[in-house]
């Protein structure tokens, strides 16, 4: 769901007019025929100095709506594959990164955390590829409606297309039209435009040979953009109102607060902001709104779900970032789905590197705080995508060596080659869900509690909500300003210093502990309320510190966390109250880690109640539907986390051992 820059109209003309297409210009009666316009009725570029021929099509679908496609042709190319992606960010601006006559600077962004760019340009331009970019149905240049990850024909839709038919007419296109081309064609594409590279996989066209979906959009209420197992990522609204309202994304979303965290705050609950900025005009919001629990709106469109059902015809490569502020749910999803259809172990790769979402396509260097003394990004594109792509696109390519799963080690800074995920390693070792168990005086051990209080507890206030970041909590951005784009990698210091915040801490490491796989919040918990949330985070403590790089100094880094919405702990679908005062167990998955706590390091286990502006807040008060919670509605409740015999709280650790 990653934002795209808006290139200006200006900039985009001056890239078209070094273009192969003939642009009409407006017709006017001439007025003054003594002293005519200086502007001609069509302009032909001469294209001196260009190293590629583009060319703007409009490719028919097969219920005559026709879609925007950019095509750009290396200058001599032949027998050249295809490579494409659409998109719903505007396949103009995506083509036209500056005013060279080069490829290269027009595809590639400015290798900077925040300019303009494509995906994994260097590989393209290397490569060869002829470059294909389409606007989506509904969007930017292409006719059509537009509908948010529109899902396939069947109960969600009763048209007859959908991206997969979308995707299937273009290519059957591309290779009657293209004469350059060798009619292969892979796709790719990152967040929304990781999506419909999924959507390709349902009955895919012939001359499909490679899918690269790179932190899709899958599943929205499990663990993607719109809620996590069930707690509303209300942020998200003005990417809603935004993507929907207008074609072209020029209505705006606007601030009331340079404070998020007020400004959430004043409206109450989500469904008041939506009402206050009239969200109820753009129709995923109202779906939104009508479909807040796992009913069969949202199974029935998850692409892992649907994925399941299909047969796997060609090979994917599924790029998971590990510190994904945005989809870090839905790859793994798709890759526990697909794997076991996998008999030859050559279709389903897997690559997990340590960045934020998109960064594989950037400087993978650093994130945040944290250095890992090499670009891991250029190292994926060069060594695993390019000869990925390669292999399976190009005639007569040599046979690659690319592990069915590259794994980004953090805490060694370590790329690992494995067989299969998860796996702790190659050969020589075990893995096992071990439970590390949260005890009396909010220690952290793997041995079972025995003695001591039987619970801590905390006041959870919907009137101070925990703030997701240290505050003043920006809008989502990827600008160094509004820094979305690391959250998942602040300090978490400020949040264990909070009375309603549980910090439990284990003693100093004297060995490595290293996990690979989905940790398992597995907690007793308590409320006074009849409904809560529980925020589970998984935490690497740095040595009080760190030689050269003092900053890192007792750093709190979260190695995997997320929330739970409480009402749903009997079912997803039917939201149930909970019994007030009563200890419970709340079982979730944690996001996917490959990690290794050093010597010297502490491991921390912190829990809360809200993640706030990121998620909407709980009432704790059970109410039909938490849009529309009014204010008497939002209650303290005193939370209880307990850890004695029969009633320990831990947290599942998928444990690598050496054999």
Known sequence: MIRRPVITALLISSILFGASTVFPQTPEKKQYPDFPSETPDTVNPTNYGFDYVRRDVMIPMRDGVKLHTVILVP???????????????????????????????????????FGVYDNAADVIIEGGYIRVVEDIRGKYGSEGDYVMNRPLHGPQNPTPVDEAT?????????????????????????????????????????????SVPMNPMVDGWMGDDWFHNGAFRQQNMPYVYEQEATRDNSALWWSTNYDDYDMYMRAGSAGELGRQRGLEQVGFWKKILQHPSYDAFW???????????????????????????????????VYKALKPKDTSNDKVFLVMGPWHHGEEIRDGSTLGALRFGS???????????????????????????????????????????????????????????????????????FSAPKTGEAF?????????????????????????ELSWWRWLVDDQREASGRTDVLTFTSDVLTSPVKISGQPVANIIASTSGTDSDWVVKLIDVYPDEVAGQ????????????????????????????????????????????????????KIMVQIQSSWFPLYDR????????????????????????????????????????MR
């Open 299 to 333: 199974r029935e469109q998850a692409m892992d779900r649907v994925l399941a059902a299909q047969p796997l015809k060609v090979p994917v490569m599924l790029v998971h970032s590990l510190w994904d502020q945005e989809d870090i749910y839905g790859d793994i999803a």
């Open 166 to 210: 979308d995707t299937y007419d273009t290519i059957d296109w591309l290779v009657k039209n293209v004469p350059e081309s060798n009619r292969k064609v892979g796709i790719l594409g990152i967040s929304y435009d990781g999506f419909l590279p999924l959507m390709a996989l349902v009955n895919p066209h012939p001359a499909l040979k490679v």
């Open 75 to 113: 200058k001599g190319a032949r027998n050249a594959p295809m490579l494409m992606t659409r998109t719903p960010y505007n396949a103009t601006a995506l083509t036209s990164h500056s005013q060279s006559s080069h490829l290269g600077p027009i595809l590639h962004y400015d290798n900077s955390l």
């Open 456 to 480: 801590d507890e905390y006041i959870s206030d919907p009137a101070k909500p925990v703030p997701f970041r240290s505050r003043p909590n920006r809008p989502t951005g990827y600008t160094e």
């Open 375 to 445: 670009d891991t990004s250029k190292y994926f594109r060069k060594e695993i995508l390019g000869k990925f792509l390669d292999h399976y696109l190009k005639d007569g390519a040599p046979p690659m060596d690319v592990a069915p799963v590259n794994a980004y080690e953090t805490g060694t800074n370590t790329w690992r080659r494995l067989p299969a995920w998860p796996a702790g390693c190659e050969k020589g070792c075990t893995l096992k869900s071990t439970p590390l168990y949260l005890g009396a005086r909010q220690t952290l051990s």
């Open 550 to 601: 003092a900053e890192m100094g007792g750093y709190q880094l979260m190695i995997s966390g997320d929330i739970f919405r409480g009402r749903y702990r009997e079912s997803f679908e039917t939201p149930k109250a909970i019994e007030a005062n009563k200890p419970l167990q709340y079982r979730f998955n944690l996001p996917t880690t490959n990690h290794v706590f050093l010597p010297g390091h």
């Open 618 to 657: 709980n009432p704790q008060t059970f109410v039909p539907n938490i849009f529309w919670a009014k204010p008497e509605d939002y209650k303290k409740a005193t939370q209880r986390i307990y850890h004695t015999t029969g009633e320990e709280s831990q947290i599942e650790l998928p444990l690598v051992t």
